[in-house]
C-alpha cells in the first residue's frame, strides 16, 4: 500500500522546536523528491521545504529559512523537518508530499497525487 505517515506535530511555546517525520512506503522512496507543505486555517495550501531524491534541499520558504530544515534519510524512507524557533504564525496543518519529479513539488503542488494525512503544530505566543 502506498502511503505517507506524518508524525510528531503537537503543541509548542513560541521560541520552541519540533521535528516531523514523515514515513513512506510501498513506492521506492528513493526515487522521489520530497516535500512539506503547510495550510493555516483560512489560509491556501503553501510549499515549506523541498528535498530531492538524493537529500539535496531544493527549496525552502522566505518564512521559514534559518529556521527550519528538510532532510531524508533513504535507508529509513522517512523525511523530516527540523522546526525551530517557532512562531505563532507557524501554526498550521503539515502535509508531507512525493512526486518523482522535484519540479512537480516546486511548481505544481496541486496536482500532488501522494499526501500524508497531516500533523497539527500549534504554536503558542
Known amino acids: 500500500q502506498v502511503q505517507l505517515v506524518e508524525s510528531g506535530g503537537g503543541l509548542v511555546q513560541a521560541g520552541g522546536s519540533l521535528r516531523l517525520s514523515c514515513a513512506a512506503s510501498g513506492f521506492t522512496f528513493s526515487s522521489y523528491a520530497m516535500g512539506w507543505f503547510r495550510q493555516a486555517p483560512g489560509k491556501e495550501r503553501e510549499l515549506v521545504a523541498a528535498?530531492?531524491?538524493?537529500?539535496?534541499?531544493?527549496y525552502a520558504a522566505d518564512s521559514v529559512k534559518g529556521r527550519f530544515t528538510i532532510s531524508r534519510d533513504n535507508a529509513k524512507n522517512t523525511v523530516y523537518l527540523q522546526m525551530n524557533t517557532l512562531k505563532p504564525e507557524d501554526t498550521a496543518v503539515y502535509y508531507c508530499?512525493?512526486?518523482?519529479?522535484?519540479?512537480?513539488?516546486?511548481?505544481?503542488?496541486?496536482?500532488?497525487?501522494?499526501w500524508g494525512q497531516g500533523t497539527l503544530v500549534t504554536v503558542s505566543s
Open positions: 528535498a530531492s531524491w538524493s537529500g539535496g534541499v531544493a
Open positions: 508530499a512525493a512526486d518523482p519529479r522535484l519540479a512537480t513539488i516546486l511548481t505544481r503542488g496541486r496536482y500532488l497525487e501522494l
